[in-house]
C-alpha cells in the first residue's frame, strides 16, 4: 500500500522550484498546443521539443516515460488496426486478404496518438513537478475555493487508505465463505456484502473527520495564513502571461479560416 | 477552569438524556479522569466541554458550562478552538488529511487561526519535539504508525496552545507501546504544569498511576468523584461497570483468601501495589 495517491515525485530540480501556476501554465499549453494543432506531427513536435526536455529538465523523464507508455500502447495498437483498416477509400498501402491498410488511415491514427502523447505527458509534468498542496496554494490564493482544495487534497492521502479497507472486507467476507469469483452474477452478488460495510464504515468516518477539522477552526472566518510559501517572480508571471498570449494567438491564427496552414 | 451546573443533555432522536443533571468543578492545572462502562455520557460530555454540543451535535440541552471563563453555548466553535483542545479514539480520522506532511499537519490549525508564519515555524518544532516526531516532520501522515499518528493528534491540538486538554480514549487503537507513547506525552505536559487535563480512559492502571482526580460516570450521571484510589476501589464503582485495576483484584483476591492481612486502602498503582505486597503480614503468612 504507497501512503498517496499523489505522482508527485519530489527532486531538488530548476523545474521544481517554478511557481506552480508556471508550470500548471506550461502544461496547460503543452495540453492545448498538442490537441488543438492540426496535422500529424505538432502534436509530436510538441512532445519532443517542449514537454520532454522540460522532464529531462525537472529529473523526472523517466518516471515521465514509464508512466506514458502503457496509456498510450494500448491506444496505439487499437487505433492502428481499427483506423488503418477500416477506412473509406483512400490509399491503399498494403494488402492482408479481404482488408486493406490505407494512408489515410494511418495518418490518423497517428496524428490521434500524437495529442494522447501530448496531453498525457502534459498532465504527467505537472503531476511530478509540482506537490498537490503546493498547487492548492497557488490557486487559493487566487481565490480557488479552499474547500474544493481541500478536497482534492484529502482524497489523494485517503484512496490508498480506502483501498486498504477495501481489501480488509474483501478478506472478511471471504473468510465467511462469500464467493467472489466465478461467473458475473455470482461477483454482482458478491458485490453487496463488500460495498454496505464500506460506505457505512466511511460515513462514520466522515462525522469524526468533520469534528476533526472544526477542532483545527476549519470554518473559521477571518484572515489566514499559510507556512507553506511559494516563490514567484515577475520573470514567471510575465512567462505566464506570454504563454497565455502566444498559446491565443497560435490557436487564433489556426481557428481563423484563411490564414490556417 | 471548568465549571459544569446541571447539564443535562439529549442526543436528538433519543428519549433517553446521556447527560443527566451533571455538576462539577475542574481547578486550573488539574489532570482529572473520566471513567464509566460504555454508554455512560463520557465521550458526550467531552464534545460538551469542548463545544461540538451544542455547535455540532444538536438536541436537547439544559445546564450550563463555562470553560476558560467561555460559556460554551455562546461562544463559536471557532473561538473555543485556541483555548480547548480535543483528541479522540481513531488516529487516522484526526488526521485532516488537508496537508501532506507531518510539519503541515500539525501547522494547519494555526494556519486557520490566523498565526504568523514565524511564529509556526517556532511552534511547529516545538509541539513535534514534545510528542517526539521531530524526525518525522516531512513525512507524509500517512505513513506513520497508530501510536505515532496518535501522537500527531496530539501535536496538532498542543500546538494550539489550548488552557484545557481534553482527551476522549486517546489510546483506545493503540497497541501497548502506542498507549505508551500517548501517556509519556501527557506525563510530560503534566510536569510542564498549566494545562488542565480532562482524560476519559478505560485503562484503569494509567488513570491510577496520572489522575489527581476520577470522576465515574455511568448512565449519564456521576456516580463517584474522587481520588483515584477512592474511586477505582470503590466496590459501588466496580458494580455499575467501572472495573479495576489488576493491581486492585490481585489484593482484593489475596485479602480474601486471607493470604494479605494488610490492613487499609486496596492498591490502583505499581508502587501501591508493591507496598501492599511487601507488607510484613504478607511475609509472615508465607513464612
Known sequence: ?261 | MISVRHLTFAYPLTSTASLWDVSFDVPAGQFCAVVGPNRAGKSTLCYALSGFIPHFYRGEISGEVVVADMVVAATPLAALVGKVGLVFQNPFNQITGARMTVRGEVAFGMENLGVPREDMLIRVNEALEMVGLSGLADRSPAQLSGGQQQRLALASVLVLRPQVLILDEPTSQLDPLGTREVFTVLARLVEAGGTTVILVEHKLEWVGAFADRVIALAGGQIIADAPPRDVLNSPEAAAAGVGQTRYTQAARRARESALSTAAGALPVTLEQAVRFFSSRSVDEHIA
Open chain 1, 1 to 261: 500500500m504507497t501512503s498517496s495517491f499523489s505522482l508527485y515525485a519530489p527532486r531538488a530540480s530548476r523545474y521544481h522550484d517554478l511557481h506552480p501556476l508556471t508550470k500548471l501554465a506550461i502544461s496547460a499549453a503543452i495540453m492545448i498546443a498538442g490537441a488543438g494543432l492540426g496535422g500529424v506531427w505538432p502534436a509530436f513536435a510538441v512532445f519532443f521539443a517542449v514537454a520532454l526536455p522540460l522532464a529531462i529538465w525537472g529529473k523526472v523523464a523517466i518516471s515521465l516515460l514509464r508512466a506514458v507508455w502503457p496509456i498510450a500502447l494500448p491506444f496505439a495498437i487499437s487505433l492502428f488496426l481499427i483506423r488503418g483498416f477500416i477506412w473509406p477509400g483512400g490509399t491503399i498501402i498494403a494488402t492482408l486478404g479481404p482488408i486493406s491498410l490505407k494512408a489515410e488511415g494511418l495518418e490518423f491514427a497517428l496524428a490521434a496518438l500524437g495529442r494522447i502523447v501530448a496531453m498525457v505527458s502534459a498532465f504527467l509534468l505537472l503531476s511530478l513537478t509540482t506537490a498537490p498542496d503546493a498547487l492548492m496554494l497557488a490557486l487559493t490564493e487566487r481565490g480557488f475555493p479552499p474547500m474544493i482544495a481541500y478536497i482534492v487534497l484529502t482524497t489523494i492521502q485517503i484512496v490508498p487508505r480506502f483501498q486498504a479497507r477495501a481489501a480488509t472486507i474483501l478478506d472478511a467476507q471471504r473468510s465467511r465463505g462469500l464467493e467472489t469469483e466465478g461467473w458475473l452474477p455470482r461477483r454482482l452478488r458478491a458485490l453487496l456484502p463488500l460495498v454496505t460495510p464500506l460506505i457505512l464504515s466511511s460515513l462514520v468516518d466522515v462525522e469524526e473527520r468533520a469534528i476533526a477539522l472544526e477542532a483545527r477552526a476549519f470554518s473559521r472566518v477571518g484572515v489566514k495564513t499559510s507556512l507553506l510559501v511559494l516563490r514567484d517572480t515577475p520573470f514567471q508571471r510575465t512567462a505566464r502571461w506570454l504563454i497565455v498570449v502566444i498559446l491565443a494567438a497560435v490557436m487564433g491564427l489556426r481557428f481563423v479560416p484563411g490564414i490556417a496552414p
